[in-house]
């Protein structure tokens, strides 16, 4: 079993930045693909981003795609995703995930799943 804990989100303005942090523990977490996923009221959740497990091959969905950059650094057990130009429609709980050993980025299976962070844009 994998927990993650997320932290980094609030308020910022159209056009700001923001960089979420996941920390991930019980797990090997250099073994295992990263990501987020987003969920906004009203709206089913949303695939941002995925990353393999040493951080070469990134996944966007494609209305971030130039504007968010998930990253991550396996020494401290901790995936970002840092979010620029923010819009409005951006605002949502960020969730972190995660796979189990042995997947691949390829495909939004995740199986680990954080409590989330809220994230709210002001136009």
């Known amino acids: 079993q994998v927990q993650l804990v997320e932290s980094g989100g609030g308020l910022v303005q159209a056009g700001g930045s923001l960089r979420l942090s996941c920390a991930a523990s019980?797990?090997?977490?250099?073994?295992?693909?990263m990501g987020w996923f987003r969920q906004a009221p009203g709206k089913e959740r949303e695939f941002v981003a995925g990353?393999?497990?040493?951080?070469?091959?990134?996944n966007y969905v494609d209305s971030v795609k130039g504007r968010f950059t998930i990253s991550r650094d396996n020494a401290k057990n901790t995936v970002y995703l840092q979010m620029n130009s923010l819009k409005p429609e951006d605002t949502a709980v960020y969730i972190c995930?995660?796979?189990?050993?042995?997947?691949?980025?390829?495909?939004?299976?995740?199986?680990?799943w954080g409590q989330g962070t809220q994230v709210t844009v002001s136009s």
């Open positions: 995930v995660a796979k189990r050993v042995g997947r691949s980025v390829r495909g939004n299976d995740y199986d680990y």
């Open positions: 019980g797990g090997t977490f250099s073994s295992i693909v």
């Open positions: 990353i393999s497990t040493s951080g070469i091959i990134t």
